[in-house]
C-alpha cells in the first residue's frame, strides 16, 4: 500500500455504536462495511493455487514429487514423463504476494493475495521424454502449490507441494524479560488458517500472521516469571480472537499446534524500559506542492522533540500563518471525524522569500500531520511531520501486590492500525487502550498481582478495527508487529515491575 497524499485522503463520519468500554474509555465499534466503489474489488485468494488460470489446459504429460508434502529448504525430487524429446521444461511455481488493503490510507480493510507465478527450475526432456531432478521448497505461504511442467509457453503438466509449517523458538532459556522469537516458516494464506496464536502458561498472549511475509511469521515477546519450566504453544484459529484447542478434530486438522518449553533460570530484576526503534522507516506522507518549499530539521519524533521550520521561496516581506493539520473525532459516536487546522503562529519572510521558525513537535496525536504557511486564502508550501509514540510516565516500578501501576503515553496514534495498544501482564492479555479521542493522551492503570519478584508489562501494536470479518485479529496484541504490520510500523512498549 503505498503513502498517499493529502489530497487524496478524504474522512467521513464513522459507523456503529460502543459495545465493549476500553481502558481509555474508546470502545469496540462495529466494523465499518465499505462499499464496493470505495474499495478496490481484489478477492483474497483462498490460498496460493487459487492463482490457477480458469481456464485449465489440457496436460499432455505426467509430473511427480518425491515428497508432495515438506516445509521449505526440502529438496524435493522431481520425476515426469511424455514431454518432446530434448525439449527445456520450465517448472512453473504458483503463488501470491499478500498485501493490507486499506481505504484512504487509514481504515484497515483487511489482506489480499495478488498472483504470482515463478519458475522453480529447468530440466532438460530425454530423447524418450523423460525428466529428473530436484529443487527446493521456496520459502512462502503454507498450503497446496500449484506447479506446472511449462515447454515454450504451454503448460503440460501439473502436479502440487504443499508446504507444511515449521516452527522454531528461541532461546530456549533465560532470565525473566528474556527476548525470545518463535518463528513459524510455512503460514497459510487461506483466512480460514492464516492466523496463529500464542499462548504463554496457559495465557492468551497474542496473534501472530504473515500477510506480507511470504507466510514467514515472527513473533516477539519476553519471558516472563516465575523461574521455572514456561509452557509456549502455537495453535492456529482464523474464526475467533482464540486458540481452537481441538484443531485435531476440525477441518484444518492436517495443521498441528506445536508446544516448546522455555526454563527461566532467573530473576535479574526489572529490565529498563524499550520502545522498538523503527524510526528510519516512520517517513512523513507526500503533501501536495506549493509555490514555495518548506522542511524540517527534525521531522518525526515524540512530543515536544525540538525541530526548526525552514521556508523558502515564498513572497518576499510577506506575514504568513503556520497552520498544523490534526484530526478531531472517534469512530464510535455518529459525529465521527474531520481534519481541523491550528495555528502555530505567524512568521515573516525576509526579502529573499525565506525565514526559520524554532518549533517543538506539538503535543497531539500520534502518526501524521501536515504543516502549511499560508496568506491570502493560499497555502504556500507544505511538509509533513509524524508524532511517534513515548511514555510520559510509568510507575511506581517498585510495589505491594494489589497496588496500582500508572501508565501514561503520549502520541498514540488516530488511524485503525496505530490508535490502540493492546496491553499483556506476564504474557497475558489484559485490555487495550485507545488515544483517538483523547488527542493521543492515554492514561490507564493496572493492579500489581503476583508474587513478589519482577513482572512485566508489554504493549503491542494492533488492528483496532476492520471491514473484513474474518480474521478476527482486532484489538488483541499482534506478536508480529514488526515485520507484517499494516502500514506504518509502531514500537511495541516493554515495561517491568518489581512486587515486594
Known amino acids: 500500500m503505498k503513502s498517499p497524499t493529502w489530497l487524496q485522503r478524504r474522512v467521513r463520519p464513522a459507523v456503529g455504536m460502543a459495545a465493549v468500554v476500553a481502558l481509555t474509555g474508546c470502545a469496540a465499534a462495529a466494523p465499518r462495511v465499505v462499499a464496493p466503489a470505495q474499495v478496490p474489488q481484489v478477492s483474497p485468494a483462498a490460498s496460493p493455487q487459487a492463482a490457477v488460470q480458469q481456464q485449465e489446459p489440457a496436460f499432455t504429460a505426467k509430473l511427480q514429487f518425491t515428497p508432495p508434502r515438506a516445509p521449505a529448504g526440502t529438496t524435493v525430487q522431481v520425476r515426469g514423463s511424455g514431454y518432446p524429446a530434448?525439449?527445456?521444461?520450465?517448472?512453473?511455481?504458483?503463488?501470491?504476494?499478500?498485501?493490507?488493503?486499506?481505504?484512504?490510507?487509514?481504515?484497515?480493510?483487511?489482506?489480499?493475495?495478488?498472483?504470482?507465478?515463478?519458475?522453480?527450475?529447468?530440466?532438460?526432456?530425454?530423447?524418450?521424454?523423460?525428466?529428473?531432478?530436484?529443487?527446493?521448497?521456496?520459502?512462502?505461504?503454507?498450503?497446496?502449490?500449484?506447479?506446472?511442467?511449462?515447454?515454450?509457453?504451454?503448460?503440460?503438466?501439473?502436479?502440487?507441494?504443499?508446504?507444511?509449517?515449521?516452527?522454531?523458538?528461541?532461546?530456549?532459556?533465560?532470565?525473566?524479560?528474556?527476548?525470545?522469537?518463535?518463528?513459524?516458516?510455512?503460514?497459510?494464506?487461506?483466512?480460514?488458517?492464516?492466523?496463529?496464536?500464542?499462548?504463554?502458561?496457559?495465557?492468551?498472549?497474542?496473534?501472530?500472521?504473515?500477510?506480507?511475509?511470504?507466510?514467514?511469521?515472527?513473533?516477539?515477546?519476553?519471558?516472563?516469571?516465575?523461574?521455572?519450566?514456561?509452557?509456549?504453544?502455537?495453535?492456529?484459529?482464523?474464526?475467533?480472537?482464540?486458540?481452537?484447542?481441538?484443531?485435531?478434530?476440525?477441518?484444518?486438522?492436517?495443521?498441528?499446534?506445536?508446544?516448546?518449553?522455555?526454563?527461566?533460570?532467573?530473576?535479574?530484576?526489572?529490565?529498563?524500559?524499550?520502545?522498538?526503534?523503527?524510526?528510519?522507516?516512520?517517513?512523513?506522507?507526500?503533501?501536495?506542492?506549493?509555490?514555495?518549499?518548506?522542511?524540517?530539521?527534525?521531522?518525526?519524533?515524540?512530543?515536544?522533540?525540538?525541530?526548526?521550520?525552514?521556508?523558502?521561496?515564498?513572497?518576499?516581506?510577506?506575514?504568513?500563518?503556520?497552520?498544523?493539520?490534526?484530526?478531531?473525532?472517534?469512530?464510535?459516536?455518529?459525529?465521527?471525524?474531520?481534519e481541523q487546522l491550528q495555528s502555530l503562529g505567524a512568521v515573516v519572510t525576509d526579502a529573499n522569500g525565506a525565514f526559520v521558525r524554532e518549533l517543538a513537535i506539538p503535543d497531539d496525536l500520534g502518526g501524521q500531520h501536515r504543516v502549511d504557511v499560508t496568506a491570502d486564502g493560499k497555502v504556500w508550501a507544505s511538509t509533513g511531520v509524524v508524532i511517534q509514540p513515548s511514555v510520559l510516565e510509568f510507575g511506581p516500578a517498585r510495589v505491594r501486590a494489589g497496588e496500582q501501576v500508572k501508565l501514561h503515553l503520549k502520541g498514540v496514534g488516530w488511524t485503525t492500525y496505530d490508535n490502540t495498544y493492546a496491553v499483556t501482564y506476564d504474557n497475558s492479555y489484559v485490555g487495550y487502550a485507545c488515544g483517538f479521542s483523547t488527542n493521543g493522551d492515554v492514561q490507564f492503570s493496572l493492579t500489581a498481582t503476583g508474587a513478589p519478584g519482577t513482572h512485566l508489562i508489554d504493549l503491542y501494536p494492533t488492528i483496532y478495527k476492520g471491514a473484513d470479518a474474518m480474521p478476527r485479529v482486532y484489538s488483541i496484541p499482534q506478536l508480529t508487529y514488526a515485520?507484517?504490520?499494516?502500514?506504518?510500523?509502531?514500537?511495541?512498549i516493554r515495561l517491568a515491575i518489581e512486587i515486594i
Request: hydrophobic letters at 35%.
Open 86 to 338: 530434448g525439449a527445456d521444461v520450465d517448472l512453473v511455481w504458483y503463488t501470491s504476494d499478500g498485501r493490507y488493503e486499506l481505504d484512504n490510507g487509514t481504515e484497515f480493510v483487511g489482506g489480499r493475495y495478488d498472483p504470482r507465478t515463478s519458475t522453480l527450475t529447468t530440466l532438460r526432456a530425454s530423447p524418450s521424454g523423460d525428466i529428473a531432478g530436484s529443487f527446493s521448497v521456496p520459502i512462502d505461504f503454507g498450503g497446496a502449490h500449484d506447479v506446472r511442467g511449462r515447454v515454450a509457453g504451454q503448460e503440460l503438466s501439473q502436479a502440487s507441494v504443499t508446504i507444511e509449517p515449521a516452527v522454531t523458538m528461541t532461546p530456549q532459556e533465560g532470565p525473566i524479560g528474556t527476548p525470545v522469537e518463535l518463528r513459524i516458516v510455512g503460514v497459510d494464506s487461506r483466512v480460514s488458517i492464516n492466523t496463529w496464536h500464542l499462548m504463554y502458561d496457559n495465557r492468551f498472549t497474542g496473534f501472530l500472521s504473515a500477510v506480507t511475509t511470504h507466510g514467514v511469521a515472527v513473533a516477539r515477546f519476553r519471558a516472563a516469571g516465575p523461574v521455572g519450566q514456561r509452557a509456549v504453544s502455537v495453535w492456529h484459529n482464523s474464526f475467533y480472537p482464540t486458540p481452537y484447542l481441538n484443531w485435531q478434530q476440525g477441518p484444518n486438522k492436517d495443521v498441528p499446534d506445536y508446544k516448546f518449553t522455555f526454563n527461566v533460570t532467573m530473576d535479574s530484576g526489572p529490565p529498563a524500559m524499550a520502545l522498538d526503534d523503527f524510526n528510519a522507516l516512520d517517513n512523513p506522507w507526500p503533501v501536495p506542492a506549493g509555490s514555495g518549499s518548506l522542511a524540517l530539521t527534525v521531522d518525526r519524533g515524540p512530543v515536544g522533540t525540538p525541530t526548526t521550520l525552514h521556508g523558502s521561496g515564498l513572497p518576499p516581506n510577506k506575514e504568513l500563518v503556520v497552520d498544523w493539520q490534526t484530526m478531531v473525532g472517534n469512530r464510535v459516536t455518529p459525529s465521527g471525524f474531520s
Open 483 to 492: 515485520d507484517d504490520h499494516p502500514q506504518r510500523k509502531t514500537p511495541a
